[in-house]
């Protein structure tokens, strides 16, 4: 693995999201002096926290998995993740509505899943569910050490006998052909694929090695912290604070100083010169390329994942079949990613996601008041509408959003709002996120492991980059490690196994880490 030559005692670390908070706290934990420099007045990055009128609103991911990952930021400065954060396991993980009105329960519990989807399609469902578990771990297994928490330096690297293993479990065939195999039943199928959309790809096309998503999901658990999802990133900015990391709020980066092929200090827009030994870029990649004043040249330009539409509504009412997060599918399915992925059209029949963070977490709400979520999958803005076209479609599709969840049996939606805020591509582009996207770029086969993104800058020998736009990708759980990735091209570390199981106070059971992935020493 190629690592910043040369001296590394001081790191200034840019953006204080999830990755560089992991990034910070790995590279303390490597005896390295950080400077955290964050353009917000705290820390989260997307996962950031807005209030209003006494409801707490969650601005970035609702669904955290693989908590591990997060621990083991926490213990690479001698912290845990469970001293710090009090996190719930859900049960189910998801609720999942069909428009034939069936819904079926999402239980990480192999055997209260086999159970539930025999009671909603049958033993011969049931059976192939159980072979499909038995998949999705074998996948993990091959797939996460050696393509996923690892640092690439060159696609020759693809050539292990992991490759050929993951060849053998049918990895590069199409997801939804995949999972067909195991079911037959089309609902079923969108549980276990519905989650190619993270990675901006359809399920149809996307390659079947991305149904390690869906293991994180449907397999090694869903969580919530208590306080909502900033919970974390403010946890790992006290816990960096607390094992001597600097932390500079309403710092933004106005140039990189360099000579002689690195980076000397770090200029704030206040005129503050910041002396370093190396820098990590997390902000969004045309951010990082702009302060870079380069772009890493490609033969086709970046593509970049469907964007969303998100409605934060504080309301006087809740409906009790609603769980905490609840995934209402449309009739339409194919359509459905046509229209996000190719025609650039709103979807003619959504499905969406609605969290309901107040179902664990009361206090994330005024007393007797609730707090729903509803992402709406959208095209990016080089696919559909520009982005200024969304001042005025936001409000409309607001109202139109509204009238499908009432007929999809939240009636009295549009009158129980109290408090609200609309989130649209707009909001995101004028945000710096490339195709007014929150997703990034997206996960096809040519922006994927060593053909994504690098985390190192060519021309440049002491900076970093780490973040969704690059090395592992979108996703919580990969944000956290492309931090881990980023301080490893630092310090040289090598990679951490699995966090042990650990028990929580005060939550039922405690996260799991996954099934080792593997016994290979990192080459």
């Keep these: 693995m190629k690592r910043v030559p040369g001296p590394t005692d001081h790191v200034v670390v840019v953006g204080a999201g999830l990755s560089g908070l992991a990034c910070a706290l790995h590279l303390l934990g490597a005896g390295r002096r950080v400077t955290v420099v964050e353009r917000d007045a705290g820390p989260g990055g997307r996962a950031g926290r807005v209030r209003r009128a006494g409801y707490a609103m969650d601005t970035g991911p609702t669904v955290l998995t693989m908590p591990h990952l ?13 001293r710090r954060v ?89 997801l939804d052909g995949r999972i067909g195999r195991f079911l037959s039943d089309e609902r079923l199928r969108r549980v276990f694929s519905f989650q190619a959309l993270y990675a901006g790809v359809a399920p149809a096309r996307a390659l079947a090695a991305y149904a390690v998503i869906a293991y994180m999901d449907t397999v090694a658990g869903v969580w919530f912290p208590k306080g909502g999802m900033h919970a974390l990133p403010r946890a790992m900015a006290d816990a960096a604070a607390d094992a001597g990391a600097d932390l500079r709020w309403r710092a933004e980066v106005d140039t990189l100083e360099r000579s002689a092929g690195r980076v000397r200090s770090v200029r704030l827009a206040s005129g503050e010169r910041i002396a370093c030994d190396a820098v990590v870029l997390t902000c969004e990649l045309p951010a990082a390329y702009g302060l870079l004043g380069r772009a890493p040249r490609r033969p086709v330009r970046l593509r970049h994942s469907p964007s969303a539409v998100i409605l934060h509504a504080g309301t006087d009412r809740t409906w009790p079949h609603l769980a905490h997060h609840t995934i209402s599918f449309g009739a339409a399915w194919e359509r459905t990613f046509e229209e996000l992925t190719r025609t650039g059209e709103l979807m003619s029949d959504p499905s969406l996601l609605i969290t309901r963070p107040t179902t664990h977490d009361p206090a994330l709400a005024p007393p007797g008041r609730h707090l729903h979520y509803v992402l709406a999958p959208c095209p990016n803005t080089h696919v559909g509408p520009e982005a200024a076209a969304w001042r ?132």
């Design 70 to 82: 997060a621990d083991e930021a926490f213990a690479a400065v001698g912290d845990s993740l469970h």
């Design 86 to 174: 009090e996190l719930t396991a859900l049960d189910p993980a998801y609720r999942a509505c069909f428009a034939d009105g069936s819904s079926l329960d999402v239980h990480t519990d192999g055997e209260a899943m086999e159970a539930e989807v025999r009671r909603f399609a049958g033993p011969a469902q049931a059976a192939g569910y159980r072979d499909l578990r038995q998949w999705l771990e074998r996948l993990y297994r091959v797939q996460m050490r050696r393509f996923i928490d690892t640092n690439f330096d060159s696609p020759l690297q693809l050539l292990h006998p992991d490759l050929a293993r993951l060849a053998a479990l049918g990895g590069f065939g199409r």
């Design 392 to 523: 005025d479609l936001g409000p409309r599709y607001r109202d139109s959003l509204v009238g499908v969840l009432e007929k999809r049996g939240l009636e009295g939606f549009a009158d129980s709002v109290q408090e609200e805020l609309l989130v649209t591509p707009l909001d995101w582009d004028a945000q710096g996120h490339a195709a007014g996207s929150p997703f990034s770029v997206s996960h096809t086969f040519a922006q994927t492991g060593p053909f994504r993104p690098r985390n190192l800058v060519r021309g440049l020998d002491n900076v970093v980059l780490a973040g969704c736009g690059t090395t592992p990708g979108v996703g919580v759980p990969t944000v956290l490690l492309s931090g881990k990735l980023a301080a490893a091209r630092i310090t040289g570390g090598a990679r951490s196994r699995p966090a042990r199981t650990r028990r929580y106070p005060a939550v039922p059971a405690a996260y799991p880490a996954p099934a080792p992935a593997g016994t290979d020493e990192p080459s």
